[in-house]
């Protein structure tokens, strides 16, 4: 069945260090590709998508390519803030379930001052 | 704004009790989920709705039900709990019905339920 791996955390950076969290799928055909963020005490928000092969989803300066070559969706920042400290999954659509999502195990990052 | 709320931010209850968790959205989306979510593994859907009176098995119905009167409800009950029912309960909604493709589900804060 379909699946989805994260890297393991957490992830502890400094203020302004550039972050990757990891992110590969397991599916047939052409997916959808998602993160979603979940800042504490809070439920899950979408942070970005991407749909279809080569495509770039950004916001608020993270980044992620869907890669389907390598079947990877892993995401990026340039320079990471305090604020920016939460749990991260990665998620997928597949392309024959119009409404089910599959989450990764989720990825804690901690931004210290 | 999309609003997903939770009847209760964290719960306390005994081993063998009834357990309701309700979910209120105000957003008139057709499809409701209840996730569960444990470090390490993620969330893991329990149960989907995708209409009133719908519901649909997700990965790990076992030991729960749900109920859909209302289209903006969607209840998660625990017949009989069990301690290896602590955890976070999330619950999303998302439009689209049955057929439709989504790909946004908007989420309630979550409720920690401990089962003593």
């Known amino acids: 069945g379909d699946s989805v791996t994260q890297m393991e955390g957490p992830v502890t950076l400094s203020e302004e260090a550039f972050l990757t969290i990891n992110c590969t799928y397991t599916?047939?055909?052409?997916?959808?590709l998602f993160w979603y963020v979940q800042y504490p005490g809070e439920g899950l928000q979408l942070l970005l998508k991407?749909?279809?092969?080569?495509d770039k989803g950004s916001n608020k300066g993270f980044e992620a390519t869907y890669r389907k070559e390598t079947t990877s969706f892993h995401l990026e920042k340039g320079s990471v803030q305090v604020s920016d400290s939460a749990v991260y999954f990665c998620?997928?659509?597949?392309?024959?379930?119009?409404?089910?999502?599959?989450f990764g195990g989720g990825t804690r990052l901690m931004v210290k001052p | 704004d999309v609003k997903v709320t939770q009847s209760s931010r964290y719960l306390v209850k005994r081993t063998g009790e009834k357990v309701f968790l309700e979910c209120v959205q105000d957003?008139?989306?057709?499809?409701m989920f209840w996730y569960r979510q444990d470090p390490g593994l993620g969330l893991r859907l329990i149960y989907f709705?995708?209409?009133?009176?719908?519901?649909e098995k997700g990965d790990i119905p076992e030991g729960y039900s749900v109920s859909r009167e209302k289209k903006e409800r969607f209840s998660l009950i625990l017949e009989s709990a069990s301690t290896n029912q602590t955890s976070m309960y999330l619950c999303?909604?998302?439009?689209?019905?049955?057929?439709?493709?989504?790909?946004?589900?908007?989420f309630g804060p979550g409720t920690r339920l401990t089962v003593l």
């Open positions: 998620a997928l659509r597949p392309n024959n379930a119009g409404n089910m999502l599959t």
């Open positions: 957003m008139d989306h057709e499809n």
């Open positions: 709705s995708y209409d009133v009176k719908m519901k």
């Open positions: 999303a909604s998302s439009t689209g019905g049955l057929a439709g493709r989504t790909d946004t589900q908007y």
């Open positions: 599916a047939t055909g052409y997916p959808s």
């Open positions: 991407a749909t279809k092969a080569d």
